[in-house]
């Protein structure tokens, strides 16, 4: 009962302990728990309720939160989280101040892509995106932004390339293109890594 209050939560072993602290030695019982279905690890030292104990589970955007921090949620994650790219992603993608990580599990796969910490703090939303679960989430123009700056390969060097990346490449409508706040883009220019294919994404918008 007392790990049933947590069915919609990650738990770390540290609150494991504490809840099973009646037993002489809690983590042989988080062992046992573990093998028989009760708790599944997510990595190590942060679990969530098995199928034995709970039919639900957490928000996988709070997952990753948890998984690894700091950290938030962000490109085609919160693209698609936003309805701005149509194709459903598989695995979440997010930010952190930490070097770049990846983690597998039950659920899927979760990355962590590193990125300058003068540039992170910058357009991260707070969202409860379902009960007692609040997430941290890139803005639409930061995982925008952060897409843009850590894919590899990306060649913008006019706004003809840009435009034909956004629109035919990610396939994100131009209504939503046109509704992304561009003063707060250039705003963080300064802080951006990629500060001329910023520019240029600011340029090519504005051109819609």
């Given at each position: 009962m007392k790990l049933q209050q947590y069915a919609n939560q990650p738990i770390p072993h540290f609150l494991l302990v504490n809840l099973l602290g009646e037993y002489l030695r809690p983590n042989e019982k988080i062992h046992d728990l573990t093998k028989a279905g009760f708790l599944e690890p997510l990595k190590k030292g942060l679990y969530m309720l098995g199928p034995k104990l709970s039919n639900t589970t957490p928000e996988p955007f709070l997952i990753a939160n948890q998984m690894f921090g700091p950290s938030y949620v962000s490109m085609d994650s919160a693209l698609s989280f936003y309805g701005m790219i149509p194709e459903q992603v598989y695995g979440i993608s997010s930010m952190t101040?930490?070097?770049?990580?990846?983690?597998?599990?039950?659920?899927?796969?979760?990355?962590?892509?590193?990125?300058?910490?003068?540039?992170?703090?910058?357009?991260?939303?707070?969202?409860?995106i379902a009960p007692r679960q609040n997430v941290l989430i890139a803005s639409?123009?930061?995982?925008?932004?952060?897409?843009?700056?850590?894919?590899?390969?990306?060649?913008?060097?006019?706004?003809?390339?840009?435009?034909?990346?956004?629109?035919?490449?990610?396939?994100?409508?131009?209504?939503?293109?046109?509704?992304?706040?561009?003063?707060?883009?250039?705003d963080w220019k300064p802080y951006c890594p990629k500060k001329e294919i910023v520019k240029l994404l600011i340029k090519t918008i504005e051109n819609l």
């Open positions: 101040t930490k070097s770049s990580k990846s983690f597998q599990n039950s659920l899927g796969t979760f990355s962590y892509s590193s990125i300058p910490s003068i540039y992170y703090p910058l357009g991260i939303e707070h969202l409860e639409r123009e930061k995982a925008l932004l952060d897409k843009i700056i850590t894919s590899r390969g990306i060649q913008l060097r006019s706004v003809k390339a840009a435009n034909a990346y956004l629109i035919e490449n990610l396939r994100i409508d131009e209504s939503d293109l046109k509704e992304l706040d561009l003063d707060k883009i250039s």
